[in-house]
């Protein structure tokens, strides 16, 4: 079975960092596509970030202030987030999918962790 848990949310001032982990387990996820997506409550749930092998995409509004990552060894994904600002906050999900490249489609789901940005 596999499953994707979050952790790394909490509050923090405007200007700050934060560093969001994804442990996956059920599955190896080296190369496949994962990704970072947010939600506000009453709102849709928008990408933040996806990375696939080596390459990365970004949304524009955290281009330059966040940054993905994963580390092969503890089967894990990660993201930056720096120079935080209020629009930041959000509930934080991850998510994978068995494929290399990525497509917009997610089968599997962490059950996020909240982000709270305060000016």
């Known amino acids: 079975q596999v499953q994707l848990v979050e952790s790394g949310g909490g509050s923090v001032q405007a200007g700050g960092s934060l560093r969001l982990s994804c442990e996956v387990s059920g599955y190896t996820s080296s190369t496949d596509c994962m990704g970072w997506f947010r939600q506000v409550l009453g709102k849709g749930r928008e990408v933040v970030a996806q990375i696939a092998r080596t390459q990365t995409a970004y949304a524009d509004s955290v281009k330059g202030r966040f940054t993905i990552s994963r580390d092969n060894a503890k089967n894990s994904l990660y993201l930056q987030m720096d120079n935080l600002k209020p629009e930041d906050t959000a509930m934080y999900f991850c998510?994978?999918?068995?494929?290399?490249?990525?497509?917009?489609?997610?089968?599997?789901w962490g059950q996020g962790t909240q982000v709270t940005v305060s000016s």
């Open positions: 998510a994978a999918e068995r494929r290399t490249w990525c497509n917009g489609v997610f089968s599997y």
